[in-house]
């Protein structure tokens, strides 16, 4: 889904991109998998400065995993543990 946005948002179809980056960085969520909420989240910044709206709401912010809550800095955290 998130490969599929980034396609979307190359060919300035914005919102369908949000839609498809918010429901597959859900599924990266329940998957726990960070580099796919890192992509997600690197790519939904642009798209909500240009819509006008937060990069994040609330919901996604409160998203658990089996490992704890993640958000935007969890990813950084544990990208930098698993590169060590």
Known sequence: MISL???LIELGRREQAQSYLRNGRAEAIRRCNTFWI???DGLN???????????QTEGDQRS???????TPGT??????TQSS
């Open 75 to 80: 990813v950084t955290g544990i990208r930098r």
């Open 38 to 40: 890192e992509d997600a």
């Open 64 to 70: 658990r995993c089996a490992h704890g809550s993640i």
């Open 45 to 55: 910044r642009p798209i909500t400065r240009t819509l006008g709206q937060s990069s």
């Open 5 to 7: 946005a980034q396609q």
